[in-house]
């Protein structure tokens, strides 16, 4: 077999492909076949091809077929190909706009690499051992849990908890108690304190989060004092991992021990990192003092870490109106620092938004005629005890008048031609409103049941 260049257009789709029930008679009847088992599986993949673009590890297979190539293996990705660059081949209005909107995200690649078989039967062994399982060791050998873990490096739990520690270790060197804590934790909890650190809702009223090798920290360390010593005396001693093993049972830790969380009016403007490969306070060997205060300067200029470069970075919606959903996902792409004034205009335009689709949704009538009524009508459904933590600030800010970042700033973002947003202002209320955003998209799944 020879590998050759193709035009996603000169390729056609098998119609005799194993995952279709019957035979196809068109390419839209194959693509239409692969969605009604699981469109979701089909839109992800045409998502991942233009974020990373197709895999170059797998090759598509086709085969000559009198004027035509068919595809033998990666109808899939063909397919999802052929959807981004004609949605209309999708069979319902409402996945064409799904696909068009992903379509306008990037560049679809127009080629890609085929291997050529003279025949069906010429590719069988190979389509075989690649769907057919391990095959005694000749097809693919999934990884274990523990070779997984090895490759994910510091992205598994657990090392994400061993650099935490690290970090904490080196924040508080004078507390004594909780540094026996720590080590202890190090010792007999370390998975147990992965699973917190692993929930994006513990990282983020903690304000941690990982680059790589480098914890950042989004609060002073006196202000994280009390909680991190109250979490690694409870991990050192009675909280096993039956009390934390669910994001229900997290939640409930965290309502435990919401006094002496950190507030949001406290985060920093800019992150602080912690390394344990970092250097010294000196000159490095072999370095200048000139070369050295360059390094140094380097360090300085602080690498903000993903879920603040952009707004509503942790927020997916997936139960709420295809409209509401594509504004959210258009606003993620904003950054903060760069455009701040649409930025700011954005977290307003957002929040009204899915506030008034839910209410639609669920034919609710009443406290809709004002921006905070809605935001209201929401917290009342979904938080009415008010005893979630994760909508502290989001109660704060939109119904109390007691902060500096209360509705009034939302309205001057978009009607105030004299005001100038702040990018920590933005940022905080991205941060303070993305639970809200979550908790409607749940609230509207529930309904739907």
């Known amino acids: 077999m020879k590998q050759a260049s193709m035009h996603v257009a000169s390729l056609t789709l098998d119609d005799n ?27 992800r993949l045409a998502r991942d091809i233009i974020q990373h673009g197709v895999n170059p590890t797998e090759l598509v297979v086709v085969m000559a077929d009198g004027d035509r190539n068919v595809v033998l293996e990666g109808n899939r990705r063909i397919a999802a190909l052929k959807l981004l660059h004609n949605p209309k081949l999708a069979p319902t209005e409402k996945l064409q706009r799904q696909v068009a909107a992903i379509a306008k995200r990037g560049e679809v690649p127009r080629r890609v690499i085929c291997v050529v078989a003279q025949s069906r039967l010429q590719a069988e062994h190979w389509i075989k051992i690649r769907h057919t399982g391990e095959n005694g060791g000749i097809g693919v050998v999934r990884w274990s849990t ?43 909890r370390i998975t147990n304190l992965g699973r917190m650190i692993a929930d994006p809702t513990v990282r983020n009223l903690l304000g941690v989060s990982f680059d790589g090798d480098v914890v950042l920290r989004n609060f002073p360390k006196e202000k994280l004092h009390p909680i991190l010593t109250r979490i690694f005396a409870d991990f050192a001693g009675s909280v096993s991992v039956d009390q934390i093993k669910t994001k229900r049972l997290r939640e409930k830790y965290l309502e435990q021990v919401e006094e002496i969380l950190p507030k949001l009016s406290d ?15 000196g000159p490095s060997q072999g370095q200048s003092a000139e070369e050295n205060n360059e390094t140094e300067n380097k360090k300085q200029r602080r ?32 950054s ?3 455009m701040p004034n649409i930025a700011a205009i954005m977290v307003r335009a957002v929040i009204d938004i899915v506030a008034a689709d839910v209410a639609d949704q669920l034919g609710w009538r009443r406290n809709q005629d004002t ?21 502290r600030d989001a109660w704060r800010l939109s119904q109390e008048e007691d902060g500096a970042l209360v509705l009034k700033t939302l309205h001057s973002f978009v009607h105030s031609w004299q005001s100038h947003p702040l990018t920590v202002e933005v940022r905080k209320l991205s941060l303070a409103y993305s639970p809200l955003l979550v908790k409607a998209d749940e609230l509207l799944e529930k309904k739907s049941r």
């Open 17 to 43: 492909n194993p995952r279709h029930a019957k035979q196809t008679a068109s390419d839209a009847e194959s693509i239409a076949a692969l969605l009604e088992k699981g469109p979701e599986k089909l839109i």
């Open 146 to 188: 523990s070779e997984a873990s090895r490759f994910g490096g510091r992205s598994t739990p657990t090392e994400k908890a061993r650099l935490f520690t690290d970090a904490v270790s080196d924040w508080f060197p004078e507390d004594l108690e909780l540094q026996v804590n720590i080590q202890a934790v190090r010792e007999g």
């Open 267 to 281: 985060r920093l403007d800019e992150p602080e990192k912690y390394s344990k490969f970092s250097n010294g306070d």
């Open 303 to 334: 690498k903000r870490p993903d879920f603040e470069k952009r707004l509503f970075q942790s927020v997916t919606l997936r139960h709420a109106s295809l409209r509401t959903s594509e504004v959210l996902e258009e606003a993620k792409k904003i």
């Open 336 to 338: 903060i620092d760069d």
């Open 371 to 391: 921006l905070k009524g809605r935001i209201a009508a929401v917290l009342n459904q979904v938080d009415p005890g008010r005893t979630d933590p994760n909508l």
